[in-house]
């Protein structure tokens, strides 16, 4: 088996502002078999992203001035199709810091943060 991606870049520009609209993304994955044949494949949308807002967070990394944004994450594999919330918290200079996912309902599903940093992160 060989499994193929094929992603766009997630943008998040430098100086965002609350209500800046920001481009979609996508993800395509495919596991193939042997013969090239595709076995399973898995396409994933980031659409409707918007900077909410500005909200400072707390890891067992440290605190943060993050920018909050907000997208719907729409799943397809094979004949399913999937629609959920994320809610993503970005740091000038480090990146993803925290990121949250709710069902439609508005149940959380998944939650990731930041829970460490390598020593020379920040040095230049």
Same mark, same amino acid.
């Given at each position: 088996?060989?499994?193929? #991606?094929? +992603?766009?870049?997630?943008?998040?520009?430098?100086?965002?502002?609350?209500?800046?609209?920001?481009?979609? +993304?996508?993800?395509? +994955?495919?596991?193939?078999?042997?013969?090239?044949?595709?076995?399973?494949?898995?396409?994933? /949308?980031?659409?409707?992203?918007?900077?909410?807002?500005?909200?400072?967070?707390?890891?067992?990394?440290?605190?943060? @001035?993050?920018?909050?944004?907000?997208?719907?994450?729409?799943?397809?594999?094979?004949?399913?199709?999937? @629609?959920?919330?994320?809610?993503?918290?970005? +740091?000038?200079?480090?990146?993803?810091i925290? #990121?949250?996912?709710?069902?439609?309902?508005?149940k959380?599903?998944?939650?990731?943060? /930041?829970?460490?940093?390598?020593?020379?992160?920040? #040095?230049?």
């Amino acid at each position: 088996m060989e499994a193929k #991606m094929d +992603a766009d870049s997630i943008v998040l520009p430098l100086k965002p502002f609350i209500g800046e609209i920001l481009p979609e +993304a996508s993800c395509q +994955a495919d596991i193939l078999r042997g013969t090239g044949s595709v076995l399973m494949s898995m396409t994933i /949308l980031l659409v409707n992203r918007k900077v909410d807002g500005v909200e400072n967070i707390e890891t067992p990394v440290g605190k943060f @001035k993050c920018y909050k944004v907000s997208s719907d994450k729409i799943s397809y594999s094979g004949i399913s199709r999937n @629609k959920t919330k994320l809610i993503e918290w970005y +740091a000038t200079n480090v990146g993803l810091i925290r #990121m949250e996912e709710y069902h439609k309902n508005g149940k959380l599903i998944s939650y990731k943060q /930041l829970e460490s940093i390598a020593e020379d992160f920040f #040095m230049p």
